[in-house]
């Protein structure tokens, strides 16, 4: 029996169910697929952004952390600060690590390429902190300025006031006693001037011929002393002795002033850190804003 048209038979009737059940599944598996595959993509876009921001923050707090350790003038400031610098490499170096295998998820194969060009002068940069913060923490310049302006000032001021006992009592008699301690004490604050200089010098050949300088000045302090002893009626023995101690005194002060001043750590680290590293440092800084910048283009192109 033929069916009348406009009827529906059995199997329209199974075709039209069987193609709903299809529509159904196939709807079913692309909304699968946006909460299953596209959520994540969104999800690794998001951490790239951060991970990019974190990255830039902590190279920021390492570059401005080993810059205090440079200007830090007690040992203590500058070794926290070096530590404080240390710590925060090591968490850009995980952010790099971290952010590489997202990109790499990702295929962001030119984000990747920024993110290496910045890994490859970052590189550079570890390789100048780890000279710089070894020598900032040292501080022998400032070490150096210290023994200066205390020990060896309280030497010079012991000497002088001794040279002023032993001749005070020959003023009338003996007026060439006045003369050779004047003599001895221009010789000694010769040798003062010396070390501030010496210690703010970072060429080796000067501080040479400093060292030179302050040998021969020591020797006319002892000469004039020397001279002293020979007068007639002669100064003060006891005085005499205490202005030859605070001599010996600050000679000792000063080798050790000027060993401190050859190795020159905070001149070479501030020398280091205003010169090479400035460079690099802005650099870095430079590469990091381009790789945020192409995340933020690509990443908001792609969800349009």
Not at 79 to 106: E, F, M, S, Y
Not at 178 to 187: I, K, V
Not at 207 to 227: D, F, N
Request: a negative charge; charged letters at 25%.
């Amino acid at each position: 029996m033929q069916p009348m048209a406009g009827m529906t038979t059995p199997h329209d009737v199974r075709t039209t169910v069987l193609t709903g059940a299809g529509v159904l599944a196939l709807a079913t598996i692309t909304v699968a697929g946006c909460s299953h595959g596209r959520q994540p993509v969104l999800t690794q876009q998001a951490e790239a952004h951060r991970l990019a921001a974190h990255l830039r923050v902590q190279f920021t707090h390492a570059a401005d952390a080993s810059n205090r350790a440079v200007m830090a003038d007690t040992d203590e400031a500058s070794g926290t600060a070096a530590h404080d610098a240390q710590q925060a490499t090591q968490t850009v170096l995980q952010d790099i690590d971290a952010l590489h295998r997202v990109l790499d998820d990702l295929g962001d194969r030119t984000e990747a390429g920024q993110l290496d060009r910045f890994t490859a002068r970052f590189e550079e940069y570890r390789k100048l902190d780890e000279t710089i913060l070894p020598l900032a923490v040292e501080n022998t310049n400032i070490k150096a300025q210290r023994l200066s302006f205390g020990p060896g000032q309280e030497a010079v001021n012991a000497f002088r006031q001794a040279l002023e006992a032993a001749v005070r009592p020959l003023a009338s008699t003996q007026p060439r006693g006045d003369a050779l301690a004047a003599r001895a004490l221009a010789a000694l604050l010769e040798v003062q001037v010396m070390e501030a200089r010496h210690i703010a010098e970072s060429d080796e050949a000067a501080m040479t011929r400093m060292e030179a300088s302050m040998t021969a000045s020591e020797a006319a302090a002892r000469q004039a002393l020397e001279g002293l002893k020979g007068l007639r009626p002669a100064p003060d023995g006891s005085r005499i002795t205490a202005a030859a101690g605070a001599l010996d005194r600050f000679t000792a002060v000063n080798a050790e002033i000027v060993t401190l001043s050859r190795r020159n750590s905070n001149v070479r680290s501030l020398a280091l850190s205003l010169g090479r590293k400035r460079t690099v440092t802005a650099e870095c800084d430079d590469l990091l804003q381009q790789l945020e910048d192409t995340l933020a283009q690509h990443h908001f192109s792609a969800t349009r």
